[in-house]
């Protein structure tokens, strides 16, 4: 979920970002905060209309912060690894491998979800964030295309949110990861690759245009004292992700704050 490659490479300038690593770290926190608001109101009937208003407004916002920071990740990754001059077949097969682990990891969620019963996760975060580290392989490098496909991924997805568009059954299943719901189906986690392919193009590009030629630039430091525990959730935003809903559930259900079952 975050770039994790120390690539061997000695130039400062291209070991690790604690920046990113502390923008990844907020941006986790936000993302805990708002699953802890929707467990109080799904689970705990607190009434706080997790899924509408700001709270839907602040979960779009966490994963677009998340998200442009995977983009920003894979052009610090991948200059990484030109550098240490992989590069063809077996980057790509780097990538693939990362990408279906993550995949995986959604899909684990995806069955989780189905034996609690407690709605369809078809395409949520992980599976995106596999898919788009696959799917951006080729523009890796190409500041112009991939400026250019983010933004019409961005506006293709706001149309089709903005148009409500929905299938039945089967339909409904396949074409989720484009942005069109399955009809009748609750899905407390779901980021199509249109519109939030496009977030990743567009932290891509940003990383690839900007950040790297600002390190360049300004080589990386120590993170300081106020920003290293931020700095350290972020670079281990996939393990906290995979265990921070079970470790929530089970602290509020343990504090009498949620109940389960009849």
Known sequence: MGEREGGGVADEAYRRFWDVDAARGVAMIMVVLYHLV????NFGGYGIESTSGFWAFFADASASAFLFLVGLSLAISSERQRRAGRRGLELFGKYARRGARIFLYGMLITFVFLALGYGYVIFGILHLIG????LAYPLLGRRIPTLLLGLAVVAAGAYLRAAGLSAPGVAGILLAPLGVLPEGAFMPDYRPLLPWFG?????????????????????????PPYAAPVALLGRHTLLVYLVHQPVLIATLWALGVVEFGP
């Open 38 to 41: 929707f467990d109080l109101d």
């Open 131 to 134: 898919l788009s580290i696959v």
């Open 199 to 223: 977030v990743v193009l567009l932290g891509l590009f940003f990383g690839n245009a900007a950040y790297l030629p600002l390190r360049k630039k300004a080589p990386a430091a120590k993170p």
